[in-house]
């Protein structure tokens, strides 16, 4: 859009004569594919749809043939006369279209030019369907110019359109990046030197193959894939807004890594969350049973506000929205929040179906208030108590004990043992539909002014539900996931991409409706979308074919040429370079230092933050919002498990969602708060210390530490040029110190991490400077 | 701007794209902050001076910045604005109830039973050449009424705070939406190289009793990018977050550490060709500077004693309302777009009879000492002040009126008042009117998306045309309505 109006701008000011010499468009001019898109995205507000300002709709081809009260708006064959044109130029002395909007850009002019030169013509006479609406069906692999290039079946689609192109694929990849690239992709953690070492070593033909199945078993497997999941899931360990209690939904979370490991098929992943209670109980486990009524915290992980005086049916409605705008985010790609108050403007989804789809989430039986409170936590009904079957045991026992308890005292005794067990256990607030309702369209959005009545069903321009499935939620997850649903798939495969390549296939991850960009890749991306449906949805198959493709294999360094034609990489003509996530980053940090604790699952931990962080909050008396710092291990967990307070996220957490409304692509951005994060933060600041102590107690030769030090973080050795700055960093690190050895101290104080008493302090902290200074290269920080 | 990071960055970015990106050593904080991963942005980084969007502002604007005064918790209009006399007569009488049907209220009153009047607890007075009616409680802000366009026909649909404070701040009660100093950067983008385009503080009363807490979304940059929300500068630890060295870093090492990352990342570009190398070079530099930049900001000491003592008594201690208010216009004055300070402390449901006067306490001379020294310093013209609340507060009582202290009054959304002074602003004015009651609007209602379309308007803004396309709709500030409020500007 930014550059459009700059063309645009440029264009202004050519004289008109000029543009009929523009350089002939050789392509057909298609009106759906070309053309309309144009008018939607500029012309909508005025004549589409309901409006037709003028009399005139850009609806269809037709429709501008007809025209409005100027005549017909183009006249096939002669743009020139066309008042479509003459409008959009601003000339006649009549305002120029988009009125009020900046005019259009050069190449959107020039196309609309050609349509009309090209006969004006409207192959599909009334709507066409948008590509996603329809279900995907495996394309046939195209013809490459270097067949040994392909690896699998990925690799045709791109090189053929590289070979159209004229662009080459880039070269693979050296074995060092590509062993730190796939470590840090498929569990978030660098790989070991070790493991560099002996995957450079291996000579046989499927050494990669091997690491990819390595990592795929590792347990931290499901932890990475677990972090873009929780950011869709607004996944959190409080209220949010006023109180801001907490909550145990950590339990969940710690499902969702589970099942990831597991490899369980995404389809039972997916109603399990959406209808896990609705499930056939027969022949589960009680531990079984439990598991997926979990799951269905899913849609427990949304906001809630406890505010005195808030309104309790307002805030249920709220949750309900959230729970609808979530499921269709996550699952469908849809915008269905369009369709709150209206009808959509573009998807073919109406305010009907918004509150049908909402009916499915409707009886639950809640309030809308947390109101249970259990200490600084507040959870909301419907919620369930969760333990091992030792502790489910011990508590019906403990209540039998009450029951049969013959004194006033006995009874007491035994209660509190009882009250006592229960208290120990987490309570995960959990979907239920034991409170059925009736659900209406809202006028507007407003649910003090409901119109008329709906009942539970999916949106009436996509496929139907099948009769025999159940009119609740588990009928809708079974919907969801039905092959012939054509967005699961898709939606699925593409945020797969995203987090391997930076950006997905379709670059708006939340949005596959009319308004999103055309894929670059749309035979790529149904491809896969099939494979991974008949793979019986194998996420561990999806990704390993993935990561084995010769493009995902490709070196990330930008050529000029590329950098002129594919400056960023839509044709994948090389492997996506981005900076990681910053819960990565800091994972990175503990476990290159040797701090990290990799224990999983639990209670969410409060590693370092800055002092005051939650200030903000601690602005009223009702309770105690001060930091409960943890210590020991609990410092080094996993990134996944650190306390994330929804109305103040973690300070060193940048580019994070902030887990408040379901988010599925984090904007990367640069800037210098990151900076002072990753050069003040105590966590940068003792893991560079930790990693100090490592590399100096492993040799006794500078430059070996230093290497060993660049090689932990980066995997790769540095050149010679690269060891001479760490050489002087070092030096001008040494004199500094020495200098005032009393800063040495005071550096080295930072973190509980005990200092080496072995180790001369005014060296330590001269190799910890340089190996914070490496956490902060870029090259650290980036996914090469 | 460091030479040798500057020089280093020309030269390479010249070797490598020749004259095609240019800028990116200019970029400043906030607002300028390259995305990564959207290479596609990389034309907009080329984009020189102010580093908003081409083509804003979209007509010439009056004012360049704004400075909220937020009063979180809901100050009183009956008590501090909305003059009316006639309701002494009917002190403790039912409110009638044909007048209350069809307002929304919070559950704290909606099923209360009773609904007596409470007329305003203190006098009003005629304030200024203008001869504004306020409270007597409000003497400073009195002293500047000349200055100020009072509203008292502000009304939303919010009765709750979050929601509330979402609205006004965001145009959305549920929280997810770009604040509109993200947009005002995003549009408009920063004026300065060395300090955030958008920054925000907070404070609260002295005893807590209000209860309001700050989300970040109230400052949030919601799907627009992250580098487009609020900077929180904040009264104890560093300023701005790890702004400060580690204890023993000194910054000669610092720098140099820096310079010597620096080379290596070159190196790494010169292999690469990723300009987002280059970006992150950049923002580096950056940080070094705004650790003295905001150090400098911070430091009060070289205010005369005359500045200082406009602002009152607590214009020294580090929190409070009044020394944020004049952090406020040192960092107006350094090219700071929108500045956003966020106080607690008017919930007054049952404490209206102390909190009140401790509130105004707080607030009055310091926001009157803010309008005034901004515009001692000529910045008032093109500086936009805005003092408001979430909504207002009910003309009936909440709680026990037989008893001091024990009672209030409750949220109230169908009327309130608020003022803004500068930028364009019509000085001396009164806009809209309401009932004998104070309960409902009967002249001139302004709703929340008018007064943000006002506002965005005074910035040279169209409010309809600042948009952010995102899950393919075009999301802008005022969502789907909004009309600029002819009668409060000076040009119409």
């Known amino acids: ?784 | 701007m460091n030479p040798f990071f500057e020089r280093d960055i020309r030269l390479t970015r010249r070797q490598f794209f020749g004259k095609a990106a240019s800028g990116v050593g200019m970029l400043a904080l906030g607002s300028l902050l390259s995305q990564e991963g959207f290479a596609a942005d990389l034309q907009h980084l080329g984009q020189k001076g102010a580093h908003g969007l081409p083509g804003l502002p979209h007509f010439p604007p009056k004012a360049k910045r704004v400075v909220v005064l937020w009063q979180g918790g809901a100050p009183s209009q009956v008590d501090l604005f909305d003059h009316k006399p006639g309701l002494t007569a009917h002190r403790l009488e039912e409110l009638p109830a044909s007048l209350r049907a069809g307002t929304r209220l919070s559950t704290m009153t909606s099923s209360q039973g009773k609904y007596p009047i409470l007329p305003a607890i203190k006098p009003f007075k005629q304030y200024g050449k203008s001869g504004m009616w306020m409270s007597e409680m409000l003497p400073h802000i009195g002293g500047i009424a000349d200055d100020i366009c009072l509203v008292r026909s502000m009304n939303t649909d919010a009765v709750n705070h979050a929601p509330g404070v979402t609205f006004f701040l965001t145009g959305s009660q549920i929280p997810g939406r770009p604040s509109m100093g993200a947009w005002a950067a995003y549009g408009l983008g920063s004026m300065t190289d060395e300090l955030p385009a958008f920054v925000v503080m907070t404070s609260a009363d002295e005893k807590k009793t209000c209860g309001q807490l700050f989300f970040d979304y109230y400052w949030g940059s919601g799907f627009i990018p992250s580098m487009y929300q609020g900077v929180q500068f904040r009264s104890e630890g560093d300023p701005v977050l790890y702004l400060t060295n580690p204890p023993g870093m000194s910054s000669d090492l610092r720098r140099g550490v820096l310079k010597d990352i620096e080379e290596l990342d070159q190196q790494r570009f010169a292999q690469y060709g990723d300009p987002e190398i280059e970006t992150r070079i950049s923002q580096y530099e950056l940080a070094f500077k705004m650790q003295t930049s905001v150090p400098e900001l911070t430091d009060i000491s070289k205010e005369p004693e005359s500045v200082l003592s406009m602002y009152g008594p607590d214009v020294k201690k580090k929190g409070t309302y009044a020394h944020n208010c004049l952090l406020a216009r040192r960092l107006l004055e350094r090219g700071v777009r929108f500045v956003q300070l966020m106080h607690s402390g008017w919930d007054q449901h049952g404490n209206l009879d102390t909190q009140l006067a401790l509130q105004c306490r707080d607030t009055d001379q310091p926001s009157a000492a803010l309008v005034q020294d901004l515009k001692q310093r000529g910045l008032l013209d093109d500086t936009v002040v805005l003092w408001c609340g979430e909504f207002g507060r009910t003309v009936f009582a909440q709680g026990d009126v037989s008893k001091p202290n024990a009672h209030g009054r409750d949220h109230f959304g169908a009327c309130y008042s608020l003022w803004v002074a500068g930028g364009g602003f019509k000085p001396g004015t009164v806009h809209g009117e309401t009932d004998d009651f104070s309960y409902k609007i009967v002249k001139d209602p302004v709703g929340v998306h008018d007064m943000q379309a006002t506002i965005l308007r005074q910035l040279g803004i169209d409010h309809e045309r600042l948009t952010y396309r995102y899950q393919g709709r075009d999301f802008r500030l005022t969502d789907v309505s909004g009309q600029v409020v002819k009668g409060i500007v000076s040009d119409f």
Not at chain 1, 518 to 544: I, M
């Open chain 1, 1 to 784: 859009m930014r550059c459009g109006k700059t063309l645009a701008g440029v264009f202004a000011v050519i004289p008109f004569g000029l543009l009929v010499a523009q350089p002939q468009h050789p392509a057909t001019v298609d009106f759906d594919n070309d053309i309309r898109p144009i008018f939607v995205a500029h012309c909508a507000k005025c004549h589409m749809g309901d409006q037709k300002q003028g009399g005139l709709s850009l609806e269809t081809g037709a429709a501008v043939l007809k025209g409005g009260e100027s005549g017909p708006a183009a006249i096939p064959g002669n743009a020139d006369k066309s008042v479509l044109l003459r409008r959009i130029l601003g000339l006649d002395a009549q305002p120029r279209m988009p009125m009020g909007f900046g005019p259009l850009s050069e190449h959107d002019t020039s196309q609309i030019r050609e349509w009309i030169a090209q006969g004006a013509k409207a192959k599909s006479a009334g709507k066409r369907i948008h590509w996603a609406y329809v279900p995907p069906v495996r394309p046939k692999l195209p013809k490459v110019s270097q067949p040994a290039w392909v690896h699998n079946s990925i690799d045709a689609f791109v090189l053929s359109r590289l070979d159209r192109e004229h662009l080459h694929p880039s070269p693979p990849a050296d074995r060092t990046t590509l062993i730190r690239r796939v470590t840090l992709d498929l569990t978030g953690l660098p790989p070991s030197t070790s493991e560099v070492r002996a995957f450079l070593a291996d000579n046989s033909s499927n050494a990669y193959d091997k690491v990819v199945d390595r990592l795929l078993a590792s347990p931290h497997f499901g932890e990475k894939m677990a972090l873009p999941w929780l950011d869709a899931a607004r996944y959190a360990d409080s209220n949010g807004f006023q109180q801001d209690g907490d909550t145990f939904q950590y339990v969940w979370r710690d499902w969702v890594v589970r099942a990831f490991n597991a490899n369980m098929p995404f389809d039972q992943f997916t109603i399990q969350q959406l209808a896990g209670d609705l499930l056939p109980t027969q022949g589960l486990s009680r531990s079984e049973i439990q598991d997926r009524q979990i799951a269905t915290a899913f849609n427990r992980n949304h906001m809630l506000n406890g505010e005195g005086g808030a309104i309790p049916e307002e805030q249920r409605n709220v949750g309900l929205f959230d729970r609808v705008d979530t499921t269709s985010t996550t699952w469908l790609g849809l915008t269905m929040t369009c369709a709150r108050c209206h009808d959509h403007k573009y998807d073919p989804l109406t305010q009907k179906d918004y509150y049908s789809l909402l009916a499915f989430f409707n009886n639950v039986p809640e309030t809308g208030a947390p109101t249970d409170t259990f200490g600084s936590y507040y959870l909301a009904k419907p919620w369930v108590m969760v333990g091992t079957d030792a502790q489910m045991d011990e508590l019906q026992k403990f209540e039998a004990s009450v029951a049969a308890a013959k004194s006033k005292d006995e009874k007491a005794a035994a209660e509190k043992k009882l009250n006592d067990a229960k208290a120990l256990l987490p309570k995960v607030m959990v979907m239920s539909d034991a409170q059925p309702r009736s659900a209406h369209i809202y006028s507007r959005g407003n649910y003090e002014a409901p119109l008329s009545p709906v009942s539970p069903s999916t949106p009436d321009s996509l496929p139907k539900m099948k009769p025999e499935w159940p009119k609740n939620r588990l009928g809708l997850a079974k919907w969801i996931m039905s092959p012939e649903n054509p967005l699961t798939a898709r939606v699925q495969v593409n945020r797969f991409w995203q987090a391997l390549f930076g950006h997905g296939l379709v670059k708006s991850p939340e949005n596959f409706g009319v308004q999103c960009e055309t894929p670059v890749y749309p035979d790529l991306l149904d491809w896969l979308a099939v494979e991974f449906r008949d793979s019986g949805w194998n996420v561990k198959h999806l990704l390993k074919l993935i990561v084995t493709s010769s493009v995902y294999r490709q070196s990330s360094v930008l050529d000029r040429k590329m950098a002129v034609i594919d400056p960023s990489n839509r044709f994948l003509s090389r492997e996506g370079r981005f900076r990681m996530p910053s819960p990565i980053l800091r994972d990175v940090a503990l476990t290159t230092s040797g701090l990290i604790d990799l224990k999983m699952g639990g209670k969410p931990v409060y590693p370092y933050q800055p002092k005051a962080i939650w200030d903000g909050l601690n602005i009223t008396d009702e309770r105690d919002f001060s930091y409960p710092q943890s210590s020991g291990s609990d410092l080094y967990r996993r990134s996944l498990y650190t306390f994330w307070r929804r109305t103040v996220g973690p300070g060193d957490m940048f580019d994070a969602s902030s887990r408040q409304v379901c988010t599925v692509r984090m904007p990367q951005t640069s800037t210098p708060l990151h900076a002072l994060t990753m050069l003040n933060d105590v966590v940068w600041v003792e893991a560079g210390r930790g990693l100090a102590q490592r590399v100096m107690k492993a040799s006794a030769s500078s430059s070996q530490r230093l290497k060993s030090a660049f090689e932990l973080v980066c995997a790769r050795t540095p050149n010679s040029q690269e060891l001479k700055v760490l050489e002087r960093m070092l030096s001008r690190s040494l004199s500094s110190f020495r200098a005032d050895p009393s800063a040495a101290t005071a550096y080295l104080r930072q973190g509980e991490l005990h200092q080496d008493p072995k180790l001369n302090g005014v060296e330590l902290a001269a190799y910890g400077t340089v190996c914070q200074a490496i956490y902060n290269l870029d090259e650290a920080m980036t996914h090469e």
